[in-house]
């Protein structure tokens, strides 16, 4: 497939270790945050979310960490593995409806 | 079960032709979003409808871009006199409703104008 993600930024990682993915968005309104996984080919994926009222958010190998003083959002992916071998995006939900995304991560996984 | 489809995936024209790009929701998703995906960058918003309505088109770079979804369900993204700037993948998006919910992504149209 074509990649989606010619001239983003990369993260090479060893299968099983940590990975984080860093993203500084735009807007000090925002109070919706999304991290979607895109692989090539396909439109982007769900992985997790987080509002404004909160600064940590936990799900499945997964945690995003907001901090809003500057406007920053993290990803840490637990025990990397080639599946999750992707580009990354973040996202800000601006009122409530559209999405506005950041550049994007290309996340490889090395066996 | 069923997620969002786009038609066709793939669409090739010659510059100034019409095309259509077809969007069928989650059903029983309320809104729909288009967005714009330019090689190596993130997808940037069109214009997103609530049912029929059609409540924000700000990010449709010019009048040649018209979005409609007449009966609340499947949408069509209508360009006209294609130029090569065009050139992206179109990716349509449904969610429940329009605050805070996830939006479900389809595969994308890849148009490719010559």
């Known amino acids: 497939g074509e990649s989606v993600g010619l001239h983003l930024p990369t993260l090479s990682v060893q299968e099983g270790d940590n990975s984080i993915i860093n993203c500084a968005y735009s807007n000090s309104a925002s109070d919706y945050f999304i991290w979607y996984k895109q692989e090539s080919g396909k439109g982007p994926q769900f992985i997790i979310d987080i509002r404004s009222n909160m600064d940590k958010r936990q799900g499945q190998r997964v945690t995003v960490l907001l901090n809003k003083t500057v406007k920053h959002l993290s990803l840490q992916i637990a025990a990397t593995q080639p599946g999750d071998s992707a580009v990354y995006f973040c996202?800000?939900?601006?009122?409530?409806?559209?999405?506005?995304f950041g550049a994007g991560t290309i996340l490889r996984v090395k066996s | 079960g069923a997620g969002v489809s786009q038609s066709p995936r793939y669409k090739v024209a010659k510059r100034g032709q019409d095309v259509a790009l077809r969007c069928d929701p989650i059903s029983g998703h309320v809104s729909l979003f288009w967005y714009q995906q330019a090689l190596g960058q993130g997808p940037e918003f069109l214009t997103y409808?609530?049912?029929?309505?059609?409540?924000?088109k700000s990010g449709l770079p010019s009048d040649r871009f018209f979005a409609e979804r007449p009966e609340g369900s499947v949408s069509t993204l209508k360009i006209q006199r294609t130029q090569q700037e065009d050139s992206a993948v179109y990716l349509c998006?449904?969610?429940?409703?329009?605050?805070?919910?996830?939006?479900?992504f389809g595969p994308g149209t890849r148009l490719t104008v010559l």
């Open positions: 409808f609530q049912n029929e309505a059609q409540l924000d």
């Open positions: 996202a800000e939900n601006m009122n409530g409806n559209k999405l506005v």
């Open positions: 998006a449904s969610s429940l409703s329009s605050s805070y919910n996830e939006q479900f």
